[in-house]
Protein backbone atom coordinates (compact mmCIF):
# COMPACT_ATOMS: atom_id res chain seq x y z
CA UNK A 1 0.00 0.00 0.00
CA UNK A 2 1.37 3.06 -1.02
CA UNK A 3 1.83 6.06 1.65
CA UNK A 4 -0.92 8.65 1.96
CA UNK A 5 0.34 12.15 0.72
CA UNK A 6 -0.62 15.54 1.19
CA UNK A 7 -1.75 17.87 -1.67
CA UNK A 8 1.91 19.05 -2.04
CA UNK A 9 3.27 15.32 -2.71
CA UNK A 10 4.77 14.94 1.20
CA UNK A 11 3.91 11.84 3.12
CA UNK A 12 1.07 12.79 5.65
CA UNK A 13 1.55 12.38 9.43
CA UNK A 14 -0.47 9.45 10.29
CA UNK A 15 -1.79 8.44 14.33
CA UNK A 16 1.78 6.05 14.23
CA UNK A 17 3.97 9.05 13.46
CA UNK A 18 2.69 11.31 16.46
CA UNK A 19 2.86 7.93 18.69
CA UNK A 20 6.84 7.85 17.42
CA UNK A 21 7.24 11.34 18.65
CA UNK A 22 6.47 10.28 21.90
CA UNK A 23 9.36 7.85 22.28
CA UNK A 24 7.26 4.77 23.11
CA UNK A 25 10.19 2.67 24.19
CA UNK A 26 11.68 5.23 26.39
CA UNK A 27 8.51 6.14 27.69
CA UNK A 28 7.97 2.65 29.02
CA UNK A 29 10.79 3.15 31.38
CA UNK A 30 9.54 6.27 32.61
CA UNK A 31 5.72 4.26 33.38
CA UNK A 32 7.23 1.38 34.87
CA UNK A 33 9.65 3.12 37.36
CA UNK A 34 7.36 5.62 37.97
CA UNK A 35 4.46 3.29 38.96
CA UNK A 36 6.75 1.47 41.18
CA UNK A 37 7.45 4.13 43.09
CA UNK A 38 3.99 5.21 43.21
CA UNK A 39 3.31 1.44 44.65
CA UNK A 40 6.11 0.90 47.40
CA UNK A 41 5.20 4.78 48.88
CA UNK A 42 4.17 4.12 52.36
CA UNK A 43 0.76 6.26 51.45
CA UNK A 44 -1.81 4.42 49.46
CA UNK A 45 -3.17 6.17 46.98
CA UNK A 46 -6.93 5.50 44.94
CA UNK A 47 -6.69 3.09 42.54
CA UNK A 48 -8.43 5.30 39.94
CA UNK A 49 -6.30 8.87 40.95
CA UNK A 50 -3.56 6.08 40.63
CA UNK A 51 -3.73 5.26 37.23
CA UNK A 52 -4.95 8.59 35.89
CA UNK A 53 -1.53 9.81 37.57
CA UNK A 54 0.71 7.24 35.66
CA UNK A 55 -1.25 8.17 32.88
CA UNK A 56 -0.17 11.65 32.85
CA UNK A 57 3.35 11.51 33.87
CA UNK A 58 3.23 8.83 30.74
CA UNK A 59 2.03 11.92 28.82
CA UNK A 60 4.68 14.31 30.20
CA UNK A 61 7.16 11.81 29.32
CA UNK A 62 6.06 11.84 26.15
CA UNK A 63 5.86 15.15 25.53
CA UNK A 64 9.53 15.30 26.53
CA UNK A 65 10.24 12.83 24.23
CA UNK A 66 8.08 15.04 21.37
CA UNK A 67 10.44 17.88 22.29
CA UNK A 68 13.48 16.37 22.14
CA UNK A 69 12.40 15.30 18.45
CA UNK A 70 11.92 18.80 17.66
CA UNK A 71 14.90 20.22 18.80
CA UNK A 72 17.23 17.15 17.65
CA UNK A 73 15.63 16.82 14.41
CA UNK A 74 19.10 17.87 12.62
CA UNK A 75 20.77 15.54 14.28
CA UNK A 76 18.60 12.88 13.76
CA UNK A 77 18.69 13.19 10.28
CA UNK A 78 22.35 12.75 10.00
CA UNK A 79 22.55 9.85 12.23
CA UNK A 80 21.56 6.07 10.89
CA UNK A 81 19.78 4.56 13.88
CA UNK A 82 17.40 8.27 13.75
CA UNK A 83 16.99 8.85 10.13
CA UNK A 84 13.66 7.04 9.88
CA UNK A 85 11.72 9.58 12.89
CA UNK A 86 8.57 11.13 11.90
CA UNK A 87 10.71 14.61 11.56
CA UNK A 88 13.81 13.74 9.26
CA UNK A 89 11.67 11.45 7.52
CA UNK A 90 9.73 14.45 6.44
CA UNK A 91 6.02 12.86 7.43
CA UNK A 92 5.76 15.73 10.28
CA UNK A 93 7.03 19.22 10.36
CA UNK A 94 9.31 20.45 13.10
CA UNK A 95 6.81 22.66 14.08
CA UNK A 96 4.03 20.49 14.46
CA UNK A 97 5.89 18.54 16.86
CA UNK A 98 7.12 21.30 19.08
CA UNK A 99 3.13 22.25 19.38
CA UNK A 100 2.41 19.02 20.11
CA UNK A 101 5.26 18.78 22.72
CA UNK A 102 4.03 21.83 23.88
CA UNK A 103 0.47 21.04 24.65
CA UNK A 104 1.30 17.80 25.90
CA UNK A 105 3.82 19.52 28.37
CA UNK A 106 1.23 21.83 29.60
CA UNK A 107 -1.61 19.38 29.65
CA UNK A 108 0.34 16.71 31.36
CA UNK A 109 1.44 19.07 34.32
CA UNK A 110 -1.66 20.66 35.05
CA UNK A 111 -3.64 17.13 34.98
CA UNK A 112 -1.04 15.44 36.97
CA UNK A 113 -1.37 18.32 39.77
CA UNK A 114 -5.59 18.31 40.09
CA UNK A 115 -5.59 14.67 40.01
CA UNK A 116 -2.49 13.94 42.83
CA UNK A 117 -1.29 16.97 44.25
CA UNK A 118 0.76 19.85 43.12
CA UNK A 119 4.39 18.94 44.09
CA UNK A 120 3.60 16.22 41.66
CA UNK A 121 2.92 18.24 38.83
CA UNK A 122 5.47 21.10 39.38
CA UNK A 123 8.17 17.77 39.70
CA UNK A 124 6.91 16.47 36.38
CA UNK A 125 7.12 19.89 35.02
CA UNK A 126 10.84 20.45 36.00
CA UNK A 127 11.67 16.72 34.90
CA UNK A 128 10.07 18.18 30.98
CA UNK A 129 11.93 21.57 31.65
CA UNK A 130 15.57 19.42 32.40
CA UNK A 131 15.41 17.01 29.39
CA UNK A 132 14.07 19.30 26.96
CA UNK A 133 16.07 22.63 27.77
CA UNK A 134 19.12 21.44 30.37
CA UNK A 135 19.57 18.22 28.57
CA UNK A 136 18.58 18.07 24.96
CA UNK A 137 19.20 22.15 24.18
CA UNK A 138 22.07 22.84 26.50
CA UNK A 139 24.58 19.76 27.71
CA UNK A 140 24.07 16.91 24.92
CA UNK A 141 25.73 19.19 21.89
CA UNK A 142 28.12 21.29 24.61
CA UNK A 143 29.88 18.23 27.19
CA UNK A 144 30.57 14.62 26.90
CA UNK A 145 29.11 14.60 30.31
CA UNK A 146 25.97 15.54 28.36
CA UNK A 147 24.22 11.37 29.45
CA UNK A 148 25.91 12.11 33.11
CA UNK A 149 24.01 15.47 34.11
CA UNK A 150 20.96 14.54 31.64
CA UNK A 151 20.41 11.38 33.27
CA UNK A 152 18.63 12.69 35.82
CA UNK A 153 15.95 13.58 33.65
CA UNK A 154 15.19 9.68 33.43
CA UNK A 155 16.18 9.06 36.68
CA UNK A 156 12.97 11.59 37.89
CA UNK A 157 10.11 9.33 37.47
CA UNK A 158 10.52 7.25 40.71
CA UNK A 159 10.52 10.55 42.59
CA UNK A 160 7.48 11.80 40.82
CA UNK A 161 5.33 8.14 41.58
CA UNK A 162 6.73 8.41 44.64
CA UNK A 163 5.51 12.03 45.59
CA UNK A 164 1.87 11.29 44.06
CA UNK A 165 1.22 9.11 46.98
CA UNK A 166 3.45 10.98 49.39
CA UNK A 167 2.98 14.94 48.53
CA UNK A 168 6.97 14.84 49.27
CA UNK A 169 10.64 13.05 48.87
CA UNK A 170 12.16 11.13 51.19
CA UNK A 171 15.56 8.52 51.26
CA UNK A 172 13.79 5.76 49.44
CA UNK A 173 12.71 8.00 46.36
CA UNK A 174 15.97 9.37 45.99
CA UNK A 175 17.66 6.33 46.25
CA UNK A 176 15.37 5.18 43.15
CA UNK A 177 16.76 8.27 42.07
CA UNK A 178 20.07 7.90 42.50
CA UNK A 179 20.04 3.90 40.70
CA UNK A 180 18.62 5.17 37.65
CA UNK A 181 21.05 8.32 37.60
CA UNK A 182 23.78 6.23 37.95
CA UNK A 183 22.77 2.92 35.67
CA UNK A 184 22.03 5.88 32.80
CA UNK A 185 26.07 6.46 31.79
CA UNK A 186 27.16 3.20 31.28
CA UNK A 187 24.05 1.83 29.39
CA UNK A 188 24.00 4.18 27.26
CA UNK A 189 27.50 4.63 26.81
CA UNK A 190 27.95 0.88 26.11
CA UNK A 191 25.41 1.75 23.57
CA UNK A 192 27.92 4.26 22.17
CA UNK A 193 30.85 1.77 22.07
CA UNK A 194 29.23 -0.46 19.12
CA UNK A 195 27.30 3.01 17.53
CA UNK A 196 30.42 3.23 15.64
CA UNK A 197 30.45 6.55 14.04
CA UNK A 198 26.80 7.74 14.51
CA UNK A 199 27.71 9.98 17.15
CA UNK A 200 30.95 11.87 15.30
CA UNK A 201 28.68 12.18 11.94
CA UNK A 202 26.47 14.11 14.02
CA UNK A 203 28.65 16.14 16.00
CA UNK A 204 27.05 15.14 18.94
CA UNK A 205 30.26 15.20 22.03
CA UNK A 206 29.82 11.66 23.54
CA UNK A 207 32.87 10.54 25.37
CA UNK A 208 33.37 8.04 22.79
CA UNK A 209 34.01 10.96 20.49
CA UNK A 210 35.42 13.63 22.77
CA UNK A 211 38.24 11.28 24.87
CA UNK A 212 37.95 7.74 22.67
CA UNK A 213 37.21 4.32 23.31
CA UNK A 214 39.67 3.51 25.96
CA UNK A 215 38.28 6.39 28.22
CA UNK A 216 34.79 5.47 27.81
CA UNK A 217 35.60 1.51 28.19
CA UNK A 218 37.11 2.78 31.90
CA UNK A 219 34.11 5.01 32.33
CA UNK A 220 32.02 1.87 32.25
CA UNK A 221 33.53 -0.24 34.69
CA UNK A 222 33.70 2.70 36.85
CA UNK A 223 30.39 3.53 36.87
CA UNK A 224 29.07 -0.01 37.45
CA UNK A 225 31.33 -0.21 40.72
CA UNK A 226 29.88 3.17 41.71
CA UNK A 227 26.34 1.78 41.44
CA UNK A 228 26.81 -1.52 42.92
CA UNK A 229 26.62 0.04 46.43
CA UNK A 230 23.45 2.56 45.74
CA UNK A 231 21.61 -0.62 44.58
CA UNK A 232 22.49 -2.60 47.04
CA UNK A 233 22.39 -0.67 50.04
CA UNK A 234 18.30 0.24 48.90
CA UNK A 235 17.95 -3.13 49.99
CA UNK A 236 18.31 -1.79 53.59
CA UNK A 237 15.41 1.06 53.05
CA UNK A 238 11.71 0.63 53.81
CA UNK A 239 11.25 -0.47 50.27
CA UNK A 240 13.86 -3.33 50.43
CA UNK A 241 14.26 -6.64 51.71
CA UNK A 242 16.07 -9.65 51.16
CA UNK A 243 14.23 -10.81 47.74
CA UNK A 244 15.55 -7.22 46.55
CA UNK A 245 18.90 -7.59 48.24
CA UNK A 246 19.49 -10.94 46.77
CA UNK A 247 18.49 -9.70 43.08
CA UNK A 248 20.82 -6.48 43.52
CA UNK A 249 23.76 -8.47 44.49
CA UNK A 250 23.54 -11.00 42.11
CA UNK A 251 22.63 -8.56 39.03
CA UNK A 252 25.23 -5.85 40.20
CA UNK A 253 27.89 -8.71 40.46
CA UNK A 254 26.95 -9.59 36.96
CA UNK A 255 27.11 -5.81 35.90
CA UNK A 256 30.65 -5.51 37.36
CA UNK A 257 31.85 -8.46 35.80
CA UNK A 258 30.00 -6.93 32.06
CA UNK A 259 32.17 -3.94 32.87
CA UNK A 260 35.28 -5.49 33.91
CA UNK A 261 34.97 -7.60 30.41
CA UNK A 262 34.05 -4.60 28.29
CA UNK A 263 37.51 -2.57 29.58
CA UNK A 264 39.62 -5.36 29.33
CA UNK A 265 38.86 -4.88 25.27
CA UNK A 266 40.64 -3.98 22.89
CA UNK A 267 38.97 -1.56 19.49
CA UNK A 268 40.47 -4.80 17.66
CA UNK A 269 38.82 -7.84 19.29
CA UNK A 270 36.07 -6.04 19.78
CA UNK A 271 35.72 -5.02 15.95
CA UNK A 272 36.44 -8.60 15.22
CA UNK A 273 33.75 -9.55 16.51
CA UNK A 274 31.57 -7.05 15.73
CA UNK A 275 31.08 -5.78 19.31
CA UNK A 276 29.20 -8.98 20.99
CA UNK A 277 30.01 -7.98 24.82
CA UNK A 278 29.46 -4.44 24.30
CA UNK A 279 26.19 -5.40 22.60
CA UNK A 280 25.34 -8.36 25.63
CA UNK A 281 26.12 -5.45 28.31
CA UNK A 282 23.57 -3.08 26.90
CA UNK A 283 21.20 -5.67 26.08
CA UNK A 284 21.90 -7.00 29.95
CA UNK A 285 21.44 -3.11 31.13
CA UNK A 286 18.03 -3.06 30.11
CA UNK A 287 17.26 -6.31 32.26
CA UNK A 288 19.13 -5.48 35.06
CA UNK A 289 17.14 -1.94 35.84
CA UNK A 290 13.85 -3.80 35.64
CA UNK A 291 14.25 -6.40 37.57
CA UNK A 292 15.69 -4.17 40.14
CA UNK A 293 12.49 -1.90 40.27
CA UNK A 294 10.59 -5.37 40.05
CA UNK A 295 12.15 -6.64 42.93
CA UNK A 296 11.00 -3.56 44.66
CA UNK A 297 7.18 -4.19 44.07
CA UNK A 298 7.83 -7.68 44.81
CA UNK A 299 8.61 -6.62 48.25
CA UNK A 300 5.87 -4.41 48.43
CA UNK A 301 3.17 -7.11 46.99
CA UNK A 302 4.71 -9.55 49.87
CA UNK A 303 4.37 -7.20 52.90
CA UNK A 304 0.64 -7.54 53.57
CA UNK A 305 1.39 -11.23 53.63
CA UNK A 306 4.25 -11.31 56.07
CA UNK A 307 6.72 -11.79 53.41
CA UNK A 308 7.97 -8.61 51.97
CA UNK A 309 10.61 -6.15 53.95
CA UNK A 310 13.05 -7.05 56.62
Same mark, same amino acid.
Given at each position: ????????????????????????????????????? %??????????????? #???????????????????????????????????????????????????? #?????????????????????????????????????????? &?? &??????????????????????????????????????????? @?????????????????????????????????????????????? #??????? %???????? @????????? &???????????????????????????????????????? %?????????
Amino acid at each position: MSDIRSFDGAPEAGIRDYFALLKPRVMSLVVFTAFVG %LLVAPQSVNPVVGLA #SIFFIALGGGASGALNMWWDADIDAVMTRTQSRPIPAGRVTPGEAMWFGLTL #SVLSVVMLGVTANWFAGAFLAFTIFFYVVIYSMWLKRSTPQN &IV &IGGAAGAFPPMIGWAVATGGVSIESILMFAIVFMWTPPHFWAL @ALFMKSDYSKAKVPMLTVTHGRRVTRAHVLVYTLLLAPLAVGAAFT #SIGGPIY %LTVAVVLN @ALFIWGGWC &IWRRDETAAEADSYKIEKKVFGFSLMYLFLHFGAFLAEAA %LKPWGFGGW
